[in-house]
T-cell receptor
Framework: LAKTTQPISMDSYEGQEVNITCSHNNIATNDYITWYQQFPSQGPRFIIQGYKTKVTNEVASLFIPADRKSSTLSLPRVSLSDTAVYYCLVGGDRDDKIIFGKGTRLHILP | EAGVAQSPRYKIIEKRQSVAFWCNPISGHATLYWYQQILGQGPKLLIQFQNNGVVDDSQLPKDRFSAERLKGVDSTLKIQPAKLEDSAVYLC????????????FGSGTRLTVV
């Protein structure tokens, strides 16, 4: 299972674009990259998943370079409610278990 | 679509007592997971079921923890006897065969062992 490294914490201001980068140097060919968001007293929530290049949904964008050794979660125009812990995970097979790291604590300031 | 249901929401017990948690996954999800999340850390996988069979329980402290998933639907996680270090949030998650939409987690059960 590929190990991921991401910043422990980040601060930003309302209305800004926030980019959280995750390193996964040992990512395997069949691994996907998935990001989860977790608010206090709740379970993690799926945000976005990608394999290569760029993926965008109504919540975020995920940028993956050609070598796939890193990925960047982009949150456009954040608000106070985006304050949460964000986890980057890699995994592939249907039976592959996902391993959570410590995540990135994002704090949005007014 | 209903989410993953867990109960109870909170539980306080004394050390050496037993406790059980219940999880009802999303209908049709064959894979079910139990995670333990200690304050300030990421969730740690305890056990993974595929239908009613165990796929991975390598991180489950089997001397005190047990889990079952009868009929491949609901699941229970039990701790007996509990220790102070078991204080954590216990999260249940489920996923369909198509992993491209990730896992769906319940809100968890917060256990405090005193």
């Amino acid at each position: 299972l590929a190990k991921t490294t991401q910043p422990i914490s980040m601060d930003s201001y309302e209305g800004q674009e926030v980019n959280i980068t995750c390193s996964h140097n040992n990512i395997a060919t069949n691994d996907y990259i998935t990001w989860y968001q977790q608010f206090p007293s709740q379970g993690p929530r799926f945000i976005i998943q990608g394999y290569k290049t760029k993926v965008t949904n109504e919540v975020a964008s995920l940028f993956i370079p050609a070598d796939r050794k890193s990925s960047t979660l982009s949150l456009p125009r954040v608000s106070l409610s985006d304050t949460a812990v964000y986890y980057c995970l890699v995994g592939g097979d249907r039976d592959d278990k996902i391993i959570f790291g410590k995540g990135t604590r994002l704090h949005i300031l007014p | 679509e209903a989410g993953v249901a867990q109960s109870p929401r909170y539980k306080i017990i004394e050390k050496r007592q037993s406790v059980a948690f219940w999880c009802n996954p999303i209908s049709g999800h064959a894979t079910l997971y139990w995670y333990q999340q200690i304050l300030g850390q990421g969730p740690k996988l305890l056990i993974q079921f595929q239908n009613n069979g165990v796929v991975d329980d390598s991180q489950l402290p089997k001397d005190r923890f047990s889990a079952e998933r009868l009929k491949g639907v609901d699941s229970t996680l039990k701790i007996q006897p509990a220790k102070l270090e078991d204080s954590a949030v216990y999260l249940c998650a489920s996923s369909s065969q198509d992993r491209h939409y990730g896992y769906t987690f319940g809100s968890g059960t917060r256990l405090t062992v005193v």
